[in-house]
Nanobody, 119 residues
């Protein structure tokens, strides 16, 4: 069983930045694929970014968001720059085995953290 706790969400103006953190339990964190997804009201959950060694990004955030991990702290980060109102969503951290954009490849999920970008 893996437990995930996200933090760092909040309200920010368009053009601003936020950094999300996700702390994981588990003894084999270094082997986990760590992913970030988001879900806006009335929309399906969508892939944002994921990392094992290499990182992958959705086209909508590429060049603006950066995912990174600190294996010693068992934490994954999502640095979000140049935020716009379309980035408003609940952001979820997830653990998977395969580096994938599909939520079905992720087995454990955090509770989510709200990110709101005002125009």
């Amino acid at each position: 069983q893996v437990q995930l706790v996200e933090s760092g969400g909040g309200l920010v103006q368009a053009g601003g930045s936020l950094r999300l953190s996700c702390a994981a339990s588990g003894r084999t964190f270094i082997t986990y694929v760590m992913g970030w997804f988001r879900q806006a009201p009335g929309k399906e959950r969508e892939f944002v970014a994921a990392i094992r060694g290499d990182a992958i990004y959705s086209d909508s955030v590429k060049g603006r968001f950066t995912i990174s991990r600190d294996n010693a702290k068992k934490t994954v980060y999502l640095q979000m720059n140049s935020l716009n109102p379309e980035d408003t969503a609940v952001y979820y951290c997830a653990v998977g085995i395969l580096l994938s954009t599909s939520s079905q490849q992720y087995n454990y999920w955090g509770q989510g953290t709200q990110v709101t970008v005002s125009s």
